[in-house]
């Protein structure tokens, strides 16, 4: 038998050879995780808020977010010291971070929405701030009590996996900034030490180097995370709603949403009583679809399958129970099971003149608090595909 002879290789366009198109590797192939922790203050808590120095975010390649430790130290207390129900992330009155045009892109957020921020929004494996382990609150009438320390995320990027969210930060004239308030001792304590407490702030910063465009073999890989240019906002809307029926139409903002967290006080500011007054029956429609009907105790549920919340109730040093008064919707388990594991196609297209209604009937009375935190994405160009790599 004759043997046959090997095919060919295709010839384009003037008889040259083919060449075969090889895709660059993801961008955190050609790059490095970067860390810097330079910022840290101090105060002492008092009747009043104080506003501190800025921090603005030291150039490097691309800015993924920031985590900020506070630590208060209380010495000589002979008070019954407890916390308020918000304690003791209520200690950060607000948190704003501000792009280079000086546009907020993050609240300003209270430390306790920012603390929603962290437990529902798919950033982290452990996402609830008080199951770290370096999460302490003191009470009572110990020399230390009222003494606290926590973490809590700012976040930029969504997905470690390709950077996504990881903004350029390159110009030293034109910084990112992070702006924190401290709030005063009634707002962080029912019951206050003795003496106000120290409270030390510090931050740190991470990011990622620019990109070598190769990998450690030389192989080509991409220069910049995927959709780079789109950005993630994080911003809250407040209603006031009366108890009784209510159909209420939120405010109009474009984007892709990944993460809404609704939070019911009374006319007093309890959580408690929020969640005590929560419609038996809550329904959403997205321009006269309703996409959501449901009752507490599934939504619970619901939330309890996601993010592995227990049947504790909400206290000062208990972690993993749902805080009083809030309920989350997401959309970020499009790639696996738990909230975080996104390839971002479920966001939901928001556009200004999308009609998002809320409806449901309060129990209780009087005056009522809804708050929502609204977590969305930009994509450059407008173009979802940005944030899909090119899907």
Known sequence: MTAMAPEAPAKGKGGKQAQQVVAARPFVTGTRTLESETYSTTVTLSSSTQTLTPYEFQVDGYLSGALVRVTGTTAGNAASTAF?????FSV???????????????????????YYLNRFGGFVYNADPKASGIYTVTTGTGATGGSFRF?????IQVRRRDGLG???NRNASATFKLKL???TSAQVYSTAPTAAPSVNVQIQQHGWSTSDNRDYKG?????TPNGVGSLLYTDVETIQLSSGSFNQRMSTFGGLLRLLVFELRDSNG????????????WEM???KVKVFSRSPVTWEHLMSEDYGLSNAAEATATANAKPDGVYALHWLDDFGLQPGAENGFRYQAVTPSTAIQLIGTIGGTGAHTLSILKNYFSPVNDDPRQLTGGR
């Open 84 to 88: 308020q129900a918000d304690g003791p």
């Open 285 to 287: 429609e997205i321009d």
């Open 181 to 183: 308030t401290i709030n």
């Open 151 to 155: 973490i809590l995320r700012v976040p």
């Open 270 to 281: 309890s959580r408690a009583q929020g969640e005590a007054d929560w419609p038996t029956l």
């Open 219 to 223: 192989n080509a890989a991409s220069p």
């Open 166 to 168: 990881s903004l350029p």
């Open 92 to 114: 950060l009155q607000s948190v704003t971070v501000e792009d280079i045009g000086g546009k907020q892109i993050l609240g300003p957020l209270s430390g306790q929405q920012l």
